[in-house]
Structure formats: structure tokens, C-alpha cells
């Protein structure tokens, strides 16, 4: 069976390329279609007027009446239903006629003209999953289709089944995705079957996008090769690393250079939260660190008291302290007692002033820090190789449009320890800008030896 798309699309604006689309999707032969690969050619956007357009075409060609129980006839998700509330749903409401739908969240349904409906949710909700044993759709359509694994969709493919008056409905899987090393390459990119196509739709194909989109791309991702060419370009070739925030070599190379720079000083702290986990507490003058303090789990009155000390012979213009959990606390505390104290909430989000390309702060500090790596302005002089081994083991990747960095748990249940001197290190990179200039660096005989102090005070 092949049905035109109803007349709606005529009054609608679309790309060249999400025409093609379309048409490829019309065609009988064609089961499945990945769209994108690319950032910006408006993928997302096809996928819910798609959506839209197969309901209406569904209504026009069977003639289905107001019903008291729309039919459902699409399912439309993506991994995570938080993502998919947060992303491809406000897509959906910009860009779909209100008129023509209403959504019944606590169903988890978009019902179209009141005659058919939408199944929607994230293929983590094991109430919307469980639909799919009972479930009938004609065609169902995944954003961002790259963070799913293909055994995800068995049972999602089986509902694709729905007949009306005894004819079958056109059976279609949509798919939206950016590259990356998964099934869907092998399938659609790499793959010679006829049924399932791979459209690339680039930004240079968005007539709609602003002038400085790809030049921002560009110098964001200035650093980043593959992943330019992955996003700009479209390309699949991604090389194993290329998502590592910081580069091995980078390290190795901030280890040699010798800059001549007005000095800031700073005190990072990233204080241990729990079990196994280190207090980690760096004296930096601009990007080296010039002396350290690491122990296990104390209680927040140990770690204040530590940092009043240090900061009485340090004095640096501003101390630094991730302020999750238990550094909430050591930062009220200090910032009472008079110290310029920076208070770092790596779950911050854009309400707080994260730039909108990122998740929340610990992905902006990050990326800025890989940043700084990259673009050679780091000198390093303190050797530790755990702390090296830390810097390079953080990855990252895009959360629809915004940048991510893998979360600690994972790090840590991967590694098998928390990188606490890293995210330490980071954000004493992230509080330089914040700091004021000193006269001259620290010498050697300002700093009180470790049985002045009460420390076990290490030197870099």
C-alpha cells in the first residue's frame, strides 16, 4: 500500500533535504530511513512533522471518524523519557500545529484530530516498554537513535502490525541519529540493503540555520578533528579516543612548557564524599601545581580547618572547592569567615549561567579545561601519573544538543576509583579566570615546612 501525504505538507516549510526525506519514506520498498548524521540539519524537526504527517495521511485515507478511543498507530521515543520530555517533545510543540493535537502526559499519548494517536516515552520506562507486547503501530520513529543498543528494539519492531478494515498500514522505522561506532552504522551506512536508507542531512543543508553556526561549530570544536568532521561533515569514521576530553600527548606536552605570565594564585579543593573516595586539595600558581594535600574521608570541620591553614600561608586570591555534598558546607563555612571562597556546583544548568551548548557546569568545566589543553596554554611542572591517568580518562559526547561529560559513577565503576584529583585540577583551571594577579611567584622559603604546619604536606 502507498499513500500520499496529506495536503498540509503543502502549506509547510522544509529543506531540499528533508523533501527527499519524505519522498524516501513514501516509497513502498523503503522500511527504514536513519536521517541526519550530522548537527544541525534539522532532524529532530522531520522527525515529529513526519510523525504528524503519517497521522494525518492515516485519518485522510481511511477516512477514520472522531473516535472515543483513538487508534494508535505510532510510537515515537527515544532512550531516555527525561531527554525525550526535554528535546524532541518541545520540538514537537514549536514546529506541530496546536489545533490538531493534544497530549495526555500522564498516558504518555499525543492524540491526533481525536481520531489517531501517539505513543510516546523513553525506552527506559518499563510502563511504556511493556505496551510494546500488546502494542500495534503502523511505524515508530527513535531520536537520537545513536545512544540506543539494537537489541533495545526487538520487541519494538514486532508491534509493527496495525491493520485497519483488513488493510495493513505502511510498516516504517525513522530513525535520527549523529555518527558514532554502532549498529545503526553497520546497518544504514555501511549496508547494501535497499530497504533500510541513509540520508545525510549536513548544516550546509539547512538553509534556516544562522550565519555563525558553522563557524561556531568550527572554533568549538577547534581541538576536536574527528568530531568536526563528524558533526559538520557527517562523517562515520570516527577513530577510536576521539571522545576523550583530554588527550594523552596534550599532557605530555604541558609538561615542557615554560610560560612567563603575571602569576594568580589558587587553592582547588574536591572534597571526599564518601568511602574510598580522596580529599584532594591543590595550591596552583596559574596552571601548575605547586604543592598538594591528599587524604582519605574526613568530616567537613577537618577539611575547613585544613584549607584555613593552607590559605593562611598560601594566600591565594580565591579557593576553589566542588560544592556537592559535603563541600557545600566547607565553602559557607570559609566564605563566613572572610576567605574569597568560588563555590563550584558541577550540577548547575543554564538557569544558573551554564553557556546553553552545555549539560550543566562539570561539562563546561571540563570542556574549557580541554580546551585550555589543547590549545597549548597549559604548563604543567607536577608530575603525578595519577593524576594523568585521571585527566585522560573522562569522555564525552552530545546529549541532543547539549555537550556531556560522562558522570563520575561511571568513571569510577569503570576505573575502579573516583578521579578526584582530576576534577580537582579542573576546577582550579576553571577558578584561574575568577583570580586576581600577584606581584611575583611564591619562592621556596615562604612556605612553612610540613611540621610547622600540622601537615603531610607533599612537595610537587
Avoid at 498516558?107 to 527506559?124: A, F, T
Avoid at 594523568?388 to 580518562?393: A, F, I
Wanted: glycine share 6%.
Amino acid at each position: 500500500m502507498k499513500f500520499e501525504f496529506a495536503q498540509e505538507r503543502e502549506s509547510m516549510t522544509f529543506t531540499p533535504r528533508q523533501l527527499t526525506a519524505l519522498r524516501i519514506l513514501n516509497e513502498a520498498g523503503v522500511r527504514g530511513l536513519l536521517f541526519g548524521g550530522a548537527k544541525g540539519g534539522g532532524k529532530s524537526f522531520l522527525l515529529c512533522r513526519y510523525t504528524w504527517l503519517y497521522c494525518l495521511s492515516v485519518i485522510e485515507y481511511f477516512d477514520i471518524p472522531v473516535l472515543r478511543n483513538p487508534i494508535p498507530i505510532f510510537f515515537l521515543g527515544r532512550l531516555q523519557g527525561v531527554d525525550f520530555d526535554d528535546t524532541t517533545l518541545e520540538t514537537w510543540k514549536e514546529c506541530i500545529p496546536e489545533d490538531d493535537y493534544r497530549i495526555k502526559e500522564k498516558n504518555k499519548e499525543i492524540i491526533i484530530k481525536n481520531r489517531v494517536k501517539i505513543q510516546y516515552g523513553g525506552l527506559d520506562n518499563k510502563k511504556v516498554v511493556k505496551k510494546f507486547n500488546s502494542a500495534q503501530y503502523g511505524a515508530f520513529g527513535l531520536d537520537q537513535a545513536e545512544e540506543i543498543e539494537e537489541d533495545k528494539l526487538t520487541e519494538l519492531r514486532l508491534t509493527l502490525r496495525r491493520s485497519i478494515g483488513g488493510v495493513p498500514l505502511p510498516f516504517k522505522e525513522f530513525y535520527t541519529a549523529n555518527p558514532a561506532d554502532c549498529w545503526l552504522k553497520d546497518q544504514f551506512v555501511l549496508g547494501h540493503n535497499k530497504r533500510f536508507v541513509y540520508l545525510p542531512s549536513l548544516p550546509s543543508d539547512n538553509p534556516f540555520l544562522p550565519p555563525d553556526y558553522i563557524p561556531n561549530m568550527e572554533y568549538t570544536l577547534r581541538n576536536r578533528p574527528e568530531l568536526l568532521k563528524a558533526y559538520r561533515d557527517g562523517s562515520w569514521d570516527i577513530l577510536a579516543g576521539a571522545d576523550l576530553v583530554i588527550q594523552d600527548w596534550w599532557i605530555d606536552r604541558a609538561y615542557t612548557n615554560k610560560f612567563h605570565k603575571p602569576i594568580k594564585k589558587v587553592i582547588a579543593c574536591d572534597p571526599a564524599a564518601m568511602g574510598d573516595d580522596e580529599t584532594v586539595i591543590y595550591c596552583m600558581e596559574n596552571t601548575d601545581i605547586v604543592r598538594e594535600k591528599i587524604y582519605g574521608k574526613q568530616d567537613e570541620a577537618h577539611t575547613t580547618l585544613e584549607l584555613m591553614s593552607i590559605a593562611d600561608w598560601f594566600k591565594p586570591s580565591l579557593i576553589a572547592i566542588d560544592s556537592i555534598g559535603l563541600g557545600h558546607g566547607i565553602a559557607s563555612t570559609l566564605s563566613n569567615k572572610g576567605y574569597n571562597v568560588l563555590s563550584v556546583n558541577s550540577a548547575e544548568k543554564q538557569e544558573s549561567g551554564v553557556p546553553k551548548q552545555f549539560l550543566n557546569r562539570r561539562a563546561q568545566i571540563w570542556w574549557s579545561a580541554g580546551n585550555q589543553f589543547g590549545d597549548n596554554e597549559v604548563e604543567l611542572h607536577h608530575k603525578d601519573k595519577e593524576l594523568q591517568r585521571q585527566l585522560t580518562l573522562s569522555r564525552y559526547k552530545y546529549k541532543g544538543d547539549k555537550f556531556m561529560i560522562q558522570p563520575k559513577d561511571i568513571i569510577k565503576t569503570k576505573y575502579g576509583r573516583s578521579p578526584d584529583r582530576a576534577d580537582a585540577y579542573v576546577i582550579g583551571l576553571y577558578a584561574l579566570q575568577y583570580a586576581t594577579e600577584e606581584a611575583e611567584p611564591s619562592k621556596a622559603e615562604d612556605f612553612f615546612t610540613s611540621e610547622d604546619l600540622g601537615l603531610d604536606f607533599m612537595s610537587a
